[in-house]
């Protein structure tokens, strides 16, 4: 409790408000969480595909994590891979591959992508056909390697700091070539060769040998000469066509390919010390750089095991989590996570490991690995550290812990309140109403109750406030946690809260406003704002139990469960009655007259509390539980760590598949513990399916173990085998419906006839049903599930992002958009088919299939692009946007002064002067002590160059010769003026104009 104090108060003074998780089971259902509002943390606001750090190689361009910069590099394509090392980046787009360097682009390769034959950091090579490829490297067009094959390329690798193309014979099969810019070397496997990839432990190659199958590596090097060591051999029981992913190396113990064959994707964990291979089919997935992406997840082999990973990873960050893009961002998948609740906004430092990430946080809930650091800004370091409180896993189930206190009324509580009317809970505090006054106690200030003295009928709390009604004034007092009254406002002629759930005040306005349930219970919510002019009260729908400190609610749904939720995070748990409390980090929630669930999120544990009939169980922090017996009116309050200390422990074992039932409770699975008073008789029992087996067990000693076997049971299990990709289909048993996926199972009566029928294959929903009558036996019995196709299916990829209109025999049919990293399953009507393609950047293409039964048909679509011709032209020069005007005198001491026309100086100098100016209408003055002193204007453009001789002549009394030309004469009223235009006489040289 104290650390958690601390920690409030050091979150204060930072303006951060945090708290952490512990995610310990991580799984599919973290994607759903993903896109409702940020739940793991956002590095760049769309797709990337490669980790370049500081770089990430993003969509159209180049996004630099730590500045957030971004530059927009390719913006017609779109990457589709890239391979990066220190300083250099290679990057595979729909238009061709830009080499990049310290994020600019230094060479383009403007080709189909599927001429690339791979990338390999600052090297690219192309299949240039007729048996030839080049090897583009750093250098751009003047690192170019061009290489005789005499095979079909299949994959470049770099041997240290050599290209070299690795590719099969196109003859016999047989001869594996490793060819480099200086040499060539051939294996000859005397076999067929199936595939072949290079990774960190040297050269795989799948090969097919008298139908029998096999993977052998080979140590490749380039020194003293280019060689190959075969190191070992396995055999495997399905060939491979294709191998994406090499991950780990020989000399670590183990290696896992991933690679395909026919429809599926086939993953082989490779044991060198013990020359054995493990297989594991995916179904239909795709390779990325970090494992293999299907039905929306990336499976990541981490420790030992595949995670699966929301979106398409594509890199991992110091073994504690990936990148990976979903939901049109880029995030931050932790493997080992905490939770941190930010509350103000944020921007700093994100350091992962060695890695560090410039981030901007708005307030929100953030998944972030165990270990790692926020800096903001500002240079304040906020360590994640493992967890102090932490929550459930996003959008799951918590299964109940095998724990269930019996609390009988004898037990020695905390403290105990007598008299009491009614109850609420809410903000780490509880609220007991008796006739004469309110007490709040909160276990967070140990021996401190507060109490408020009248007669309340109902009463919330929650936030900084206590809200309490009172029937007799028909008014709703407004107090804080100390107990001094804010306000009152009047509800005379509503009829009177039958429940007040609790109190906040509006952040916008500061305005405190009530939720109540008034009239029948359970009919309507009001939500009243407390203003200057009196309260403005609306319905908000349903029950809905709220904690205003934590953000924590809970509510009702219609599949009778307990739908909890902190911030973005969620949880549901299934429950049986109406009551639930919620109040700080915990929970609890009432599954039958006898028993109530207590969810401690601060804890993480699920605690089934079996109570006396005619109570009332509400949640507070620090592990305390306030009970409240409605026909005596005492509140009891008690900590489950004193009570599970001084009661008698009985452990339940039974089958681990079973779950135990105390006194008609689930309270988990075996072995369970249950705590419970002297001479209790407990009915414990365990079940399967709907059988069970029970014991009427007296609590006698200080440790008892009952053993309980349930009666023995058959199991179905449901195994599906299909052409197109099934993730669930519906399963009547004897007409009993169940929603089943591959794996699902179901315990029947050994010795009865059943009747189960499959039918809804989703999501194409395109297999025929099936059925049979099963008589199933003791144990484990599998139903193979198989989907026979009733319509043809086309499986169509693409090397492009393409528009695909399907015409039938009928006219149109379908239009579907189809990219490499998303091939379609359509189903279509028997006959000849016309596909018609289109893509920005590539010529149209027409397919026809002739689809006449029910099977899958692999299309194929290879777009090719559109031929782009680059000329380097040379840029014009800039416009010029000054001019210069020079000004030069007789006398080397003259003044020269040029101002705008509104009098302001543009340039001062002496006996000589250039500047320049931007285009217009300059005032020029030459002057000396003792000359003249000379004017002019001038009018200068852009660009151009103007010079003036000024010729000073010294003053003297006889009257110069000047030509006075009258210009105008103007008679104003009975007066005459005269303007006159003055030119001194003289000649006009070849040089600048004199002035």
Same mark, same amino acid.
């Given at each position: 409790?104290?650390?958690?104090?601390?920690?409030?108060?050091?979150?204060?003074?930072?303006?951060?408000?945090?708290?952490?998780?512990?995610?310990?089971?991580?799984?599919?259902?973290?994607?759903?969480?993903?896109?409702?509002?940020?739940?793991?943390?956002?590095?760049?606001?769309?797709?990337?595909?490669?980790?370049?750090?500081?770089?990430? %190689?993003?969509?159209?361009?180049?996004?630099?994590?730590?500045?957030?910069?971004?530059?927009?590099?390719?913006?017609?394509?779109?990457?589709?891979?890239?391979?990066?090392?220190?300083?250099?980046?290679?990057?595979?787009?729909?238009?061709?591959?830009?080499?990049?360097?310290?994020?600019?682009?230094?060479?383009?390769?403007?080709?189909?992508?599927?001429?690339?034959?791979?990338?390999?950091?600052?090297?690219?090579?192309?299949?240039?056909?007729?048996?030839?490829?080049?090897?583009?490297?750093?250098?751009?067009?003047?690192?170019?390697?061009?290489?005789?094959?005499?095979?079909?390329?299949?994959?470049?690798?770099?041997?240290?700091?050599?290209?070299?193309?690795?590719?099969?014979?196109?003859?016999?099969?047989?001869?594996?070539?490793?060819?480099?810019?200086?040499?060539?070397?051939?294996?000859?496997?005397?076999?067929?060769?199936?595939?072949?990839?290079?990774?960190?432990?040297?050269?795989?190659?799948?090969?097919?040998?008298?139908?029998?199958?096999?993977?052998?590596?080979?140590?490749?090097?380039?020194?003293?000469?280019?060689?190959?060591?075969?190191?070992?051999?396995?055999?495997?029981?399905?060939?491979?066509?294709?191998?994406?992913?090499?991950?780990?190396?020989?000399?670590?113990?183990?290696?896992?390919?991933?690679?395909?064959?026919?429809?599926?994707?086939?993953?082989?964990?490779?044991?060198?010390?013990?020359?054995?291979?493990?297989?594991?089919?995916?179904?239909?997935?795709?390779?990325?750089?970090?494992?293999?992406?299907?039905?929306?997840?990336?499976?990541?082999?981490?420790?030992?095991?595949?995670?699966?990973?929301?979106?398409?990873?594509?890199?991992? %960050?110091?073994?504690?989590?990936?990148?990976?893009?979903?939901?049109?961002?880029?995030?931050?998948?932790?493997?080992?996570?905490?939770?941190?609740?930010?509350?103000?906004?944020?921007?700093?430092?994100?350091?992962?490991?060695?890695?560090?990430?410039?981030?901007?946080?708005?307030?929100?809930?953030?998944?972030?690995?165990?270990?790692?650091?926020?800096?903001?800004?500002?240079?304040?370091?906020?360590?994640?550290?493992?967890?102090?409180?932490?929550?459930?896993?996003?959008?799951?189930?918590?299964?109940?812990?095998?724990?269930?206190?019996?609390?009988?009324?004898?037990?020695?509580?905390?403290?105990?309140?007598?008299?009491?009317?009614?109850?609420?809970?809410?903000?780490?505090?509880?609220?007991?109403?008796?006739?004469?006054?309110?007490?709040?106690?909160?276990?967070?200030?140990?021996?401190?109750?507060?109490?408020?003295?009248?007669?309340?009928?109902?009463?919330?709390?929650?936030?900084?406030?206590?809200?309490?009604?009172?029937?007799?004034?028909?008014?709703?007092?407004?107090?804080?946690?100390?107990?001094?009254?804010?306000?009152?406002?009047?509800?005379?002629?509503?009829?009177?809260?039958?429940?007040?759930?609790?109190?906040?005040?509006?952040?916008?306005?500061?305005?405190?406003?009530?939720?109540?349930?008034?009239?029948?219970?359970?009919?309507?919510?009001?939500?009243?704002?407390?203003?200057?002019?009196?309260?403005?009260?609306?319905?908000?729908?349903?029950?809905?139990?709220?904690?205003?400190?934590?953000?924590?609610?809970?509510?009702?749904?219609?599949?009778?469960?307990?739908?909890?939720?902190?911030?973005?995070?969620?949880?549901?748990?299934?429950?049986?009655?109406?009551?639930?409390?919620?109040?700080?980090?915990?929970?609890?929630?009432?599954?039958?007259?006898?028993?109530?669930?207590?969810?401690?999120?601060?804890?993480?544990?699920?605690?089934?509390?079996?109570?006396?009939?005619?109570?009332?169980?509400?949640?507070?922090?620090?592990?305390?539980?306030?009970?409240?017996?409605?026909?005596?009116?005492?509140?009891?309050?008690?900590?489950?760590?004193?009570?599970?200390?001084?009661?008698?422990?009985?452990?339940?074992?039974?089958?681990?598949?079973?779950?135990?039932?105390?006194?008609?409770?689930?309270?988990?699975?075996?072995?369970?513990?249950?705590?419970?008073?002297?001479?209790?008789?407990?009915?414990?029992?365990?079940? %399967?399916?709907?059988?069970?087996?029970?014991?009427?067990?007296?609590?006698?000693?200080?440790?008892?173990?009952?053993?309980?076997?349930?009666?023995?049971?058959?199991?179905?299990?449901?195994?599906?085998?299909?052409?197109?990709?099934?993730?669930?289909?519906?399963?009547?048993?004897?007409?009993?419906?169940?929603?089943?996926?591959?794996?699902?199972?179901?315990?029947?009566?050994?010795?009865?006839?059943?009747?189960?029928?499959?039918?809804?294959?989703?999501?194409?929903?395109?297999?025929?049903?099936?059925?049979?009558?099963?008589?199933?036996?003791?144990?484990?019995?599998?139903?193979?599930?198989?989907?026979?196709?009733?319509?043809?299916?086309?499986?169509?990829?693409?090397?492009?992002?393409?528009?695909?209109?399907?015409?039938?025999?009928?006219?149109?049919?379908?239009?579907?958009?189809?990219?490499?990293?998303?091939?379609?399953?359509?189903?279509?009507?028997?006959?000849?088919?016309?596909?018609?393609?289109?893509?920005?950047?590539?010529?149209?293409?027409?397919?026809?299939?002739?689809?006449?039964?029910?099977?899958?048909?692999?299309?194929?679509?290879?777009?090719?692009?559109?031929?782009?011709?680059?000329?380097?032209?040379?840029?014009?020069?800039?416009?010029?946007?000054?001019?210069?005007?020079?000004?030069?005198?007789?006398?080397?001491?003259?003044?020269?002064?040029?101002?705008?026309?509104?009098?302001?100086?543009?340039?001062?100098?002496?006996?000589?002067?250039?500047?320049?100016?931007?285009?217009?209408?300059?005032?020029?003055?030459?002057?000396?002590?003792?000359?003249?002193?000379?004017?002019?204007?001038?009018?200068?453009?852009?660009?151009?160059?103007?010079?003036?001789?000024?010729?000073?002549?010294?003053?003297?009394?006889?009257?110069?010769?000047?030509?006075?030309?009258?210009?105008?004469?103007?008679?104003?009223?009975?007066?005459?003026?005269?303007?006159?235009?003055?030119?001194?006489?003289?000649?006009?040289?070849?040089?600048?104009?004199?002035?």
């Amino acid at each position: 409790m104290h650390r958690r104090k601390v920690l409030y108060l050091l979150t204060l003074a930072l303006l951060i408000i945090a708290t952490f998780a512990s995610l310990t089971a991580l799984g599919p259902q973290g994607a759903s969480a993903a896109t409702t509002g940020g739940q793991y943390l956002e590095v760049y606001p769309g797709a990337a595909v490669m980790l370049c750090y500081p770089y990430l %190689i993003a969509d159209h361009g180049i996004y630099d994590v730590l500045t957030g910069s971004y530059s927009e590099l390719w913006p017609a394509y779109t990457a589709l891979s890239a391979a990066c090392s220190a300083g250099y980046g290679t990057v595979v787009t729909t238009g061709g591959v830009y080499m990049v360097t310290n994020n600019s682009v230094s060479w383009t390769v403007f080709v189909s992508p599927t001429q690339v034959i791979g990338v390999q950091p600052g090297y690219a090579a192309i299949d240039l056909g007729n048996s030839t490829a080049a090897v583009v490297g750093p250098g751009g067009g003047t690192d170019t390697i061009a290489l005789q094959v005499n095979s079909t390329p299949a994959w470049l690798a770099l041997l240290g700091q050599t290209p070299a193309i690795i590719s099969t014979s196109r003859v016999d099969h047989h001869v594996v070539y490793v060819n480099t810019p200086s040499s060539q070397l051939s294996l000859n496997l005397n076999a067929n060769v199936t595939a072949v990839a290079f990774g960190s432990g040297g050269l795989l190659v799948a090969w097919n040998l008298s139908g029998s199958y096999g993977l052998s590596i080979y140590w490749l090097s380039t020194t003293p000469q280019l060689s190959a060591v075969l190191a070992r051999s396995w055999p495997l029981p399905l060939p491979l066509t294709k191998v994406y992913e090499v991950l780990g190396n020989y000399s670590s113990g183990y290696m896992v390919v991933v690679g395909s064959s026919r429809n599926y994707t086939v993953v082989y964990l490779l044991e060198p010390s013990h020359g054995s291979a493990s297989l594991q089919f995916i179904g239909d997935a795709m390779p990325t750089p970090v494992g293999y992406y299907a039905d929306g997840y990336t499976y990541v082999f981490v420790n030992g095991s595949w995670l699966p990973v929301p979106g398409y990873a594509f890199a991992l %960050i110091s073994g504690s989590a990936a990148l990976t893009t979903y939901g049109g961002g880029t995030y931050i998948y932790p493997f080992r996570p905490v939770t941190f609740k930010l509350s103000v906004p944020l921007s700093g430092y994100l350091e992962v490991g060695s890695l560090l990430f410039y981030v901007g946080l708005a307030p929100s809930l953030y998944e972030l690995p165990a270990g790692s650091a926020l800096r903001s800004a500002g240079g304040v370091a906020l360590s994640i550290e493992p967890p102090i409180t932490y929550y459930p896993s996003a959008l799951t189930t918590p299964s109940l812990s095998s724990v269930a206190i019996v609390i009988s009324g004898q037990e020695r509580p905390v403290t105990s309140i007598s008299g009491v009317l009614s109850v609420a809970s809410g903000d780490g505090a509880l609220l007991a109403i008796t006739p004469s006054q309110a007490i709040i106690y909160s276990p967070e200030l140990p021996g401190l109750e507060v109490t408020i003295p009248g007669y309340w009928t109902a009463g919330g709390i929650g936030g900084p406030y206590v809200a309490l009604y009172s029937a007799t004034a028909g008014l709703v007092y407004i107090y804080t946690l100390s107990g001094t009254q804010v306000t009152s406002y009047s509800v005379a002629g509503a009829a009177w809260p039958a429940k007040m759930y609790y109190i906040g005040t509006f952040i916008q306005t500061g305005v405190p406003y009530v939720v109540a349930e008034w009239g029948t219970p359970g009919s309507l919510m009001t939500l009243s704002e407390v203003g200057p002019s009196g309260p403005v009260v609306s319905s908000v729908g349903n029950a809905t139990e709220y904690d205003y400190s934590t953000g924590l609610s809970a509510s009702l749904t219609g599949t009778r469960s307990l739908a909890i939720r902190v911030g973005n995070l969620s949880v549901g748990i299934p429950i049986y009655g109406t009551s639930f409390y919620v109040n700080g980090l915990a929970v609890s929630a009432e599954q039958s007259p006898y028993s109530y669930y207590l969810v401690n999120l601060s804890s993480g544990s699920v605690t089934t509390l079996v109570v006396p009939l005619d109570y009332q169980v509400l949640p507070l922090p620090d592990d305390q539980v306030a009970l409240f017996n409605q026909s005596s009116g005492i509140v009891n309050i008690y900590s489950l760590g004193d009570l599970m200390d001084q009661l008698p422990v009985i452990v339940v074992l039974g089958p681990p598949e079973s779950e135990v039932a105390v006194n008609g409770t689930v309270i988990g699975r075996p072995p369970a513990v249950v705590y419970a008073p002297y001479f209790t008789t407990l009915n414990v029992s365990v079940i %399967i399916g709907r059988s069970d087996e029970y014991s009427l067990v007296t609590v006698t000693s200080q440790y008892q173990e009952v053993n309980l076997t349930p009666p023995a049971l058959a199991k179905l299990v449901f195994r599906v085998s299909s052409p197109i990709p099934v993730t669930t289909f519906t399963v009547f048993i004897n007409g009993t419906k169940y929603v089943a996926s591959n794996g699902f199972s179901v315990n029947v009566t050994p010795g009865f006839t059943y009747l189960v029928q499959e039918s809804g294959f989703a999501p194409y929903y395109d297999c025929m049903p099936a059925g049979a009558m099963i008589t199933p036996s003791i144990g484990i019995q599998y139903i193979d599930v198989s989907c026979s196709l009733i319509r043809p299916v086309l499986y169509i990829t693409s090397n492009a992002t393409a528009n695909v209109t399907v015409l039938g025999p009928g006219g149109f049919h379908e239009e579907v958009n189809v990219s490499p990293l998303a091939p379609r399953y359509l189903v279509v009507p028997a006959g000849m088919l016309e596909l018609r393609a289109s893509a920005v950047g590539y010529f149209n293409l027409t397919k026809y299939i002739n689809a006449s039964s029910p099977s899958v048909y692999n299309v194929s679509l290879a777009m090719v692009p559109v031929p782009v011709v680059t000329t380097t032209t040379t840029a014009p020069p800039p416009r010029p946007t000054k001019g210069y005007l020079t000004i030069t005198s007789n006398v080397p001491t003259a003044s020269i002064v040029i101002t705008y026309l509104n009098g302001t100086t543009a340039a001062i100098g002496t006996g000589r002067l250039t500047a320049a100016l931007p285009p217009g209408t300059y005032a020029v003055t030459v002057s000396s002590p003792g000359y003249r002193t000379k004017t002019m204007t001038v009018t200068l453009s852009a660009g151009a160059s103007s010079s003036y001789t000024a010729v000073l002549t010294r003053q003297s009394h006889a009257m110069p010769a000047y030509v006075w030309a009258i210009v105008a004469v103007v008679v104003i009223g009975g007066g005459v003026g005269a303007w006159f235009l003055i030119r001194r006489r003289g000649i006009l040289t070849g040089g600048p104009p004199e002035i």
